[in-house]
């Protein structure tokens, strides 16, 4: 199955849940990351708040699909482990310079670590929920969903992770402008914001030139301008089965439009795998 995260962070992410879940739980609990079972999801603060789809089972009298609420929390850290943690930032010039500009410094968990502290959850500890379902186990497979979407959104930005430990990201950034380093930075993201002229020179201007225009064409010409000539030759190759395309991936397990709880990308790879078999003499 093709991978919910494409960043270090988002990996590291998920590795506390993977910790904590037995593996039935933990693969039910990619299908509840989709949009047909999360019904809501809110980030207010440290807190991640979401609503989640359960499933009917007649057997048990529950005829109709339930709504659980579920809570998701990272331990955050104190104000005195954050002004520790400013202050050590505040001497590092590459990891300040990148947050300020709204990126994730490569070496930031050196920095966490100096301080025996973790940006990403690194223990089962570390990961507050709870479920308004009756699974005895906890994390249970929606409180699964719900992180599995959270590892995606730290995909996109991973900044998240500070407000998820407590530290608002501009309140974050505004600190750090305070500090020496700050200032001077600063101040030469000031001093270089210079109006950008465009020379009309620097670009050559299209040559126009006449293209005579047949008046008309055989049937035979036509033929050999679209299929050529003379036949490609036959190349006698092994078909491989071709995994699913960029776009396909690009949209990830379970984009907008997909409502079942099985990936997408799997689906897809198996209807490509399908269609090669069924069309193997065509090729």
């Not at 089972?57 to 104000?79: C, H, I, M, R, W």
């Not at 995606?152 to 930005?157: A, E, T």
């Not at 491989?240 to 099985?262: C, E, H, M």
């Amino acid at each position: 199955m093709a991978k919910i995260t494409r960043t270090w962070w988002g990996e590291r992410f998920l590795t506390v849940l993977e910790d904590s879940m037995d593996e039935g739980r933990l693969k039910r609990g990619r299908a509840y990351a989709g949009p047909h079972r999360l019904l809501s999801f809110d980030i207010a603060g440290s807190k991640v708040s979401a609503t989640v789809l359960g499933n009917a089972n007649p057997y048990f009298g529950v005829y109709e699909a339930p709504k659980y609420k579920t809570q998701v929390q990272l331990a955050p850290f104190s104000d005195k482990q954050w002004a520790s943690l400013i202050d050590a930032i505040s001497e590092n010039a590459a990891c300040l310079s990148q947050l300020m500009l709204g990126e994730m410094p490569n070496q930031i968990e050196a920095i966490f670590a100096k301080q025996s502290l973790q940006l990403l959850p690194k223990k089962p500890s570390d990961l507050i929920s709870q479920c308004s379902c009756p699974d005895y186990a906890s994390p249970c497979k929606h409180v699964a969903g719900v992180y599995y979407k959270m590892a995606s959104l730290l995909d996109r930005n991973p900044l998240l992770l500070f407000q998820l430990r407590g530290m608002d990201v501009e309140k974050l950034q505004a600190k750090l402008a305070q500090s020496p380093l700050g200032q001077a930075l600063l101040d030469q993201m000031t001093d270089q914001k210079v109006p950008v002229v465009y020379q009309t020179h620097r670009y050559s201007a299209p040559i126009s030139r006449s293209t005579p225009v047949c008046s008309s064409f055989e049937m035979g010409d036509l033929k050999d301008f679209w299929q050529g000539a003379h036949p490609l030759p036959v190349m006698d190759m092994p078909v491989q089965t071709q995994a699913a395309s960029v776009l396909i991936k690009k949209a990830g397990d379970y984009p907008a439009f997909w409502s079942r709880d099985n990936s997408f990308i799997s689906a897809m790879e198996e209807a490509y795998e399908l269609i090669v078999k069924k069309n193997k003499a065509v090729f």
